[in-house]
């Protein structure tokens, strides 16, 4: 999904971690979206839990949008015509309608619920999402991965899994990325990652052993979903650093409720974010950005897709510079939840 603002903001990530706390009873970050149109008159809108001026990464997750369910036939679906990408993996996941991909690596695939596409856009690519005829409701998440510097020049790439349902006392998991509750996914990522999609009975509790290493954010899709003691409505993020062997997951309500799990290592690196390039400094961007639109061979070309326009053209760059943004400090290490939205 392309990062579709007129007036996108300039994002410099720091690496600072996650705010520590007893393993116990962690401490939680609670972001809570923002609505971002998709474009045009009746566009779908998004909610965007990251990038934020709070947090920039959660891991290597650098990017977070939630949508839907939308009623196509009001809001006219996704219609996001051929856009470029550097430095990042993009990871589609859906609940409910069907979207058809296309990019410049020449893969034509179709989006569908459960299962997971991967593109890697490292040296760089284009590509177009449009939802299909068929769908009625689009409904899922679009997520962004930041790529290391050793790999941020990697070759355009495409993975397709289908992961398993596996059944728990109280939930049911779906592991699109890394390992959780047995299941490893086969999915090749450039630093260590955790996907997964959990739907939580009614009123149920479960803890699901996790790598301790790893920095954590749950989003709620349906229902509310209490993580440790810190209550998430629909569509907020909870995030707990590192030095955390397993994670407690509430379900608050008497509906089954649905949230996806991400986790990886602290990244450990600076990035500069702006539409949709992942790059190092500021001069970086407006290289990639010249060549988009200059067309220059660095992306490549989508055949097939027949929207209004060809291709997306590139925002207007900011006059100023990128800034660092730096997350807040936890100022109270007692406390047990921090709500910083």
Partial sequence: MSN???????????????????????????????????????????RRTLPQRQRSLIGAWCFVDHYGPDDVT???????????HTGLQTVSWLFTGEIEHRDSHGVHALVKPGEVNLMTGGHGICHSEVS???????HGVQLWVALPDAHRDAPRDFQHHVPPVVAMPGAAVRVFLGSLAGRSSPVETYTPLLGAEIVLEPAATITLDVDHSFEHGVLVDTGAVALFDAVLERSTLGCIGTGVPALELTNTTDEPARVVLLGGTPFGEEIVMWWNFVGRDHDEIVAFRDEWERESDRFGSVAGYT?????????????ARIRPRRNPPTTDPTRQTEDLS
């Fill in 307 to 319: 929207g209004k326009v060809d291709r997306l053209p590139a925002p207007p760059l900011p006059h």
């Fill in 4 to 46: 579709t603002d007129s007036r996108p903001d300039e994002i410099h990530c720091r690496t600072e971690g996650l705010p520590a706390g007893n393993a116990r009873r962690p401490l939680v970050e609670i972001i809570t979206a923002r609505e971002v149109p998709l474009g045009g008159p009746r566009a779908m809108s998004v």
């Fill in 132 to 138: 299909t005829p068929t769908t009625s409701t689009l």
């Fill in 74 to 84: 009001r809001t006219g679906g996704m219609d996001v015509a051929p856009h470029p």
